[in-house]
């Protein structure tokens, strides 16, 4: 049995989305989470790398609906200007949002890839679906790992800073 945890295939971010590929797969239809995929928690609306993420798979032919446990206002706020099909408090891993979300943009679970940056809500949600699961490291680990490498050079800084006095 397929470990239910382990995605299909694991990105460093949502840009590095081979479309090609997932349409060899034969996959028409994705379900995206927001927080820590598309913008990191705190981002209330989508900069313009979403912007023109959605444009263009909206052009390649895909179908796109938002899948949040995150509120309705988050939600809502979040799409307004982007305006896809959306599901807010969707209790991922939960069966049913993801159900809805399919029937929303009226695809299949064949047809259907998942991508999100948590292993026990979109991952295991996905795979319990049958779909496709995209796993994207998390938005803010990345800052985080960022705003630790900045630490670091400041302290060899002033380190060096310290040792020239
Ligand atoms: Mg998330």
Redesign the pocket.
Known sequence: MKNRLKPDIYLNSVYELDTASLKAYGINAIII?I???LVSWDTREPDDKVNELVRRLGCEGFKICILSNNSRKRVEEFNKCLNLPAIHKAIKPSKTAFRRAMKLMGSAPSDTAVI???LFT?VLGGNRMGLFTILVSPISDKEFIWTRIVRKLERRILKKYHNNE
Do not use: F, I, K, P
Request: charged letters at 50%; hydrophobic letters at 0%.
């Open positions: 989470d927080d820590n995929t999100g940056d948590q979109d």
